[in-house]
């Protein structure tokens, strides 16, 4: 499933570093939704998505999850995918 998504400059940049060192940039998005709690996540205050525009290929279910999650918290997928990114890279995966 293809996902385009408007990541901040500083998601793309710290994602990228990530990808040079362990592997695919798809994969590491998809990993990132797929193990956030998009309930609890805390939403960016500036909405995200200001920066580059990238396509990812995600499992449907990470796709389904995140699509569901953003229309119960009244918000926008790239929002909510930004927010679960940024919690997701600030935790054991940061660089």
């Known amino acids: 499933m ?9 998601l793309n940049d710290r994602l990228r570093t990530i990808m040079r060192y362990h592997g695919e940039f798809s994969r590491c998005i998809d ?9 609890n996540v805390e939403l960016l ?3 995200g998505g200001k920066g580059r525009g990238i396509t990812a290929v995600i499992s449907h279910s990470a796709n389904a999850r995140l699509r569901s999650a953003a229309k ?3 918000c926008t997928v790239t929002v909510l995918a930004n927010s679960a990114l ?5 935790g054991k995966n940061a660089q």
Request: charged fraction near 30%.
């Open 2 to 10: 293809k996902l385009f998504l408007r990541l901040t400059t500083e």
């Open 31 to 39: 990993e990132a939704l797929t193990s956030s709690d998009f309930g």
């Open 45 to 47: 205050l500036d909405g």
């Open 72 to 74: 119960q918290r009244g």
């Open 86 to 90: 940024r919690q997701w890279l600030g």
